[in-house]
């Protein structure tokens, strides 16, 4: 187990724990069913160089009733690899998943199917990632393979790494008392302004978590608003 990480903010407390999971959940006849709108469900990522990874954070909204489960998320070839949430998500809130597509020995016009399986009806969702790719010369190819050492990015000193993605964790949220029971609204954010996932809470409890497992690497915003006040926001850096 890690060691954890106090942040404070507005008698928050950041707190890191690694999530432990077998499987992920499935769904079953008996669960009830509710609804999911995706923002997008074809992300078209132009021309690339053979080998390049395209990485696309699809977000969407559980706009049904009902909790909502993604029981599975599948590429149409082991060179896409989808990462998504394993918590239910609750009537109206945002949430998101990631979509990894590797080029290496691909080439020509591309399009990379997901499919997710979900208590909705129909139970299969499906995206796509669309785009060309185009050959490497020699040159290139010793280039695409120094790429592949990733270099730690330089992180301001306001933030503060929270886990080597991709170890499943969740981010724990523990609420100071005085705001216990009153109306929060959290929202994280990419360091390109995209909206990963939002909560709308009427009566805060004294702990709230987020899975960021399925995150991509890179610097992230934690905005918090209490009440009619204004946001506040913490930034952490998610880096393997």
């Known amino acids: 187990m890690k060691n954890q990480t106090h942040i404070l903010l507005l008698g928050l407390s950041f707190l890191l724990f690694p999530f432990f999971s077998a499987s992920a959940q499935e769904t079953s006849s008996d669960i009830p069913l509710s609804e999911m709108e995706i923002d997008e469900t074809v992300f078209n990522f132009g021309e690339i160089k053979e080998g390049k990874k395209v990485e696309h954070v699809f977000t969407f909204k559980n706009v049904g009733d009902e909790p909502l489960v993604i ?5 149409s070839c082991g060179c896409t690899v989808p ?8 009537p109206g809130d945002v949430a998101s998943f990631t979509v990894i597509f590797n080029s290496r020995n691909k080439k020509g016009l591309r399009t990379q199917k997901v499919t ?3 208590n909705t009806n129909p139970s299969n969702t499906f995206v796509y990632l669309k785009g060309k790719i185009n050959p490497r010369t020699y040159e290139e190819r010793l280039a695409d393979i120094k790429d592949d050492v990733h270099m730690e990015s330089n992180t301001s000193k306001d933030c503060f790494k929270i886990f080597p993605n991709p170890t499943s964790e ?3 949220m523990k609420m100071d008392e005085a705001l216990v ?3 929060v609204i959290i929202s994280i954010f990419s360091e390109s302004a995209q909206l990963m996932a939002q909560r709308s809470i ?7 978590e987020f899975n960021v497992s399925h995150f991509p690497r ?3 915003f934690a905005n918090v608003q209490v009440g009619g006040e204004k946001a506040q926001s913490i930034c952490f850096v998610i880096s393997d």
């Open 218 to 220: 890179g610097t992230y």
């Open 170 to 172: 969740i981010l724990n």
């Open 181 to 183: 029971g009153k109306s």
């Open 71 to 75: 029981s599975s998320a599948k590429g």
């Open 116 to 118: 997710l399986v979900a």
């Open 83 to 90: 990462q998504w949430p394993k918590e239910a998500i609750a």
């Open 202 to 208: 009427e009566n805060v409890p004294s702990n709230i």
